[in-house]
């Protein structure tokens, strides 16, 4: 019996048994962004962010995505308009929240696509948001890309929305994400 259980147990060390391969992978840094929208009746404000750090964690024996993660600090987040962009940190006080983070509680495989689900921390507030995503692999497998967008509510993360001439932005901004992973 001992001679069994040892042979068992050498054969779960070797990796000669099927067991799930699950790592991190970090996505390329200088092709990944993540991009907010304002709309007010008078004008749109659209904000990036090339510094976003996001994570996925992959399981290659299955070509399953088991979580994913993204966090950012808001102020690299530039409109092309330094004073617009000074107004925003002081709305959303970035120096007590200079954090944006996501993380993933599900994702589900659909396709080419992802219904990814999640908590989001804003503004020292975190809530759940599910977001949409298509996956687009590179032909020999060894890249993938992911896109998508999701709605957030200034007022469910607690920020007073700013007003241009006494009247408020509305109170949806539109994230778009794009990140790039070299998986394998």
Known sequence: MRYLCLMFCSILIS???????????????????????????????????????????????????????ASADVTTFDSGNSNRDSHAMEVIDAISYPDVTFRSTTVQSSGDGL???????????????????TRKWSADKTRVEFNGNFPVSLTAFKVDRPSLLMIPVKDTLWFTIKAVFNPK
Do not use: C, M
Request: proline residues 1%; without cysteine; aromatic residues 10%.
């Open 15 to 69: 990796g000669s048994w099927a067991i799930a391969q699950s790592r991190f992978i970090d996505a390329v840094k200088d092709e990944s962004f993540a991009t907010y929208k304002l709309v007010h009746p008078l004008h749109e404000v659209v904000a990036t962010s090339k510094d976003v750090a996001y994570r996925i964690e992959y399981d290659s024996t299955i070509d399953h995505i088991k979580a994913i993660s």
């Open 115 to 133: 219904r990814v689900s999640g908590k989001l921390t804003f503004h020292g507030v975190t809530n759940d948001i599910v977001a949409d995503v």
